[in-house]
Antibody, heavy 119, light 107 residues
Framework: EVQLVESGGGLVQPGRSLKLSCAAS????????MAWVRQAPKKGLEWVAT????????YYPDSVKGRFTISRDNAKSSLYLQMNSLKSEDTATYYC????????????WGQGVMVTVSS | DIRMTQSPASLSASLGETVNIECLAS??????LAWYQQKPGKSPQLLIY???SLQNGVPSRFSGSGSGTQYSLKINSLQSEDVATYFC?????????FGSGTKLEIK
């Protein structure tokens, strides 16, 4: 059974940093692109980052480019999101998601982890 | 960025009814369109990809259609467990973008 379990969320002050982790199991992690998607409270979904199987290619929207870094450790079946220079608008539930094979959709999602940016 | 305009924002229907949710892309996305269901307090689940391909394990009462810039999700024989918010997503171009969601309730 595919499982994605996020951790590392919490309350952080504006301008500070936070690192999220996602532990994957139930599939061959190194064979799949992975991603982070977030959802602000009572809002819609926003794609945050995608990383290739080897980690050599990463993709971000302008809203987080230069502040967030996605990475992975295939030996540990783990995905990470380093978030720097956090802003109040980064407050959201962050989901780890697996890319759906050859399609750039997301077929499995974690339960999500809450990040609150506030002074 | 490709803008995804989803309608309606909310929908109330009776059990057994058929409902349709629409998604309009700001440019041609060549069927690179997915639909997700998000039940209250839960993570999104993939329903449809490639505009009309049913994800494994999803009931056949869900179907997708469309091409170019216009896409739709149809739910036949509405069940109580279909109460959720539904989102479309384009993955033709980075940045991937989502529709604003349709909240479906039972009348």
């Amino acid at each position: 059974e595919v499982q994605l379990v996020e951790s590392g969320g919490g309350l952080v002050q504006p301008g500070r940093s936070l690192k999220l982790s996602c532990a994957a199991s139930g599939f061959t992690f190194s064979n799949y692109y992975m991603a982070w998607v977030r959802q602000a409270p009572k809002k819609g979904l926003e794609w945050v980052a995608t990383i290739s199987t080897s980690g050599s290619r990463t993709y971000y929207p302008d809203s987080v480019k230069g502040r967030f870094t996605i990475s992975r450790d295939n030996a540990k079946s783990s995905l990470y999101l380093q978030m720097n220079s956090l802003k109040s608008e980064d407050t959201a539930t962050y989901y780890c998601a697996r890319r759906h094979g050859g399609y750039r959709t997301f077929d499995y999602w974690g339960q999500g982890v809450m990040v609150t940016v506030s002074s | 960025d490709i803008r995804m305009t989803q309608s309606p924002a909310s929908l109330s229907a009776s059990l057994g009814e058929t409902v349709n949710i629409e998604c309009l892309a700001s440019e041609d996305i060549y069927s690179d369109l997915a639909w997700y269901q998000q039940k209250p307090g839960k993570s999104p689940q993939l329903l449809i990809y490639n505009a009309n391909s049913l994800q494994n394990g999803v009931p056949s009462r869900f179907s997708g259609s469309g091409s170019g810039t216009q896409y739709s999700l149809k739910i036949n024989s509405l069940q109580s467990e279909d109460v959720a918010t539904y989102f479309c997503q384009q993955y033709n171009n980075y940045p991937f973008t989502f529709g604003s969601g349709t909240k479906l309730e039972i009348k």
